[in-house]
């Protein structure tokens, strides 16, 4: 058994070691990877009777343990891996990585120490596995990443080729390429550099999907500035109002944090004034997680937990006031969905595990289906087959 491990916050190792344990008494074979793998020594002292403990992308050290332990299979059956590879997502939508590692340094965060400086792999390798996955029957591609608007920095750019003509390995230049692909194409793990405004004309022209998933922590100056964030929300404002100027139908979905160290009730208060402005649709907020080895936990006056997890509970009922509205709005209008199993898709605003979907009779899983809204709640969208 291979399990694949998170490192990043206390939760998320707890529960990779909890399904290691699993894992250890069901099988008693395991090989462990993954971001918690390479924190030294953490997986071994719970589970030393592990077979190997590999870290993130080590596909060679995954392979060579497995090897070690069972017999490596025959050619033939390498051979009949399709050449888009085994994924594990249903088969009408997949996650396509355009990079790995960041190269910013929030001081929240620990990624960067765990995946390294961003590498981001060469366009036309992306290019091809995406023609690969819409040739194998996908109809949505989600790009992720670390930073997906930083793609292509640490090459600086370079030129590469797909079908033939010239491509700059940059966000702008391979979004419009995975536009021509004629599959649904949505863009996680947004950073906010300016340059993520070139995106927006190629969503308002229907290139790729109209949905932005931004991270922006936070809207008070003095706490972005502590978390090595970009710090002004009024730009951040006036961004967002262009964005909708520009492309009306668009959906923002964003993450915040709560209870980040030295926030006071005042610099909280600024970050629920600009949620009520910002209007976003989607919105996951972090109660504030210490989370080892980050630069923040050496900063004055940490928030209690209660507090922290009181926070945490204002932001998101402010915000599920604000996101059933926002769903509301939808109520008579028709959307078009891309059903996920029969009775249920998910519109344009909707990307699958974290968003919500609509509920309606029939559809087949993969196909397009048009629908009329008829009713929405908080998360969900109701209606009926046109
Ligand atoms: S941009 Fe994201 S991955 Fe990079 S350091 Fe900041 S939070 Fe971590």
């Excluded at 927006?200 to 502590?226: K, N, T």
């Excluded at 909708?244 to 709560?258: N, V």
Aim: charged fraction near 25%; include cysteine.
């Amino acid at each position: 058994m291979i399990v694949n491990t998170c490192g990043f916050i206390d939760a998320a190792v707890k529960e990779s070691l909890e399904a290691i344990g699993e894992a250890l008494r069901e099988n008693g074979k395991v090989v462990v990877t993954g971001c918690l793998g390479a924190k030294q020594g953490v997986v071994a002292k719970v589970h030393p009777s592990v077979l190997a403990i590999t870290g993130p992308q080590d596909t060679a050290g995954v392979m060579q343990a497995v090897h070690e332990h069972l017999p490596k299979p025959h050619d033939p059956y390498v051979d009949l891996v399709p050449p888009q590879g085994v994924k594990l997502t249903p088969r009408h939508y997949a996650y396509l990585k355009i990079s790995e590692g960041c190269n910013h340094r929030c001081t929240f965060c620990i990624i960067p120490s765990m995946r390294g400086e961003l590498v981001s792999r060469p366009l036309a390798q992306v290019m091809q596995e995406a023609e690969n996955l819409v040739k194998a029957g996908v109809k949505e591609l989600l790009v992720i990443s670390q930073d997906t608007s930083a793609f292509g920095v640490d090459l600086k750019y370079r030129t590469g080729f797909w079908r033939g003509r010239p491509l700059k390995t940059r966000m702008s230049d391979l979004c419009r390429a995975l536009g021509e692909l004629g599959v649904w194409v949505r863009l996680h793990y947004v950073y906010p550099y300016p340059h993520v405004d070139d995106v927006i004309p190629l969503m308002a022209e229907g290139r790729i999907l109209p949905y932005l998933d931004i991270p922006f922590q936070h809207a008070s100056p003095r706490i972005l500035r502590l978390m090595k964030r970009p710090a002004s929300s009024e730009k951040v404002l006036a961004r967002i109002g262009k964005w909708r100027e520009l492309c009306p139908g668009i959906t923002l979905r964003s993450t915040f944090i709560a209870g980040f160290p030295g926030e006071t009730e005042a610099e909280f208060s600024e970050l629920l004034a600009f949620l009520q402005e910002a209007q976003l649709d989607r919105v996951g907020c972090f109660a504030y997680s210490p989370v080892e080895g980050a630069a923040a936990n050496a900063l004055p006056d940490p928030v209690p937990e209660p507090v922290k997890q009181e926070r945490r509970r204002r932001l998101m009922e402010r915000q599920a006031r604000i996101s059933a509205a926002r769903l509301r709005a939808k109520i008579g209008k028709a959307a078009r969905v891309l059903v996920d199993q029969p009775g249920i898709g998910r519109t344009m605003g909707d990307a699958p595990e974290i968003d919500g979907v609509v509920h309606f009779k029939g559809g087949k899983p993969g196909e397009f289906a048009d629908v009329t809204i008829e009713r929405a709640d908080e998360h969900d969208l109701y209606g009926r087959r046109l």
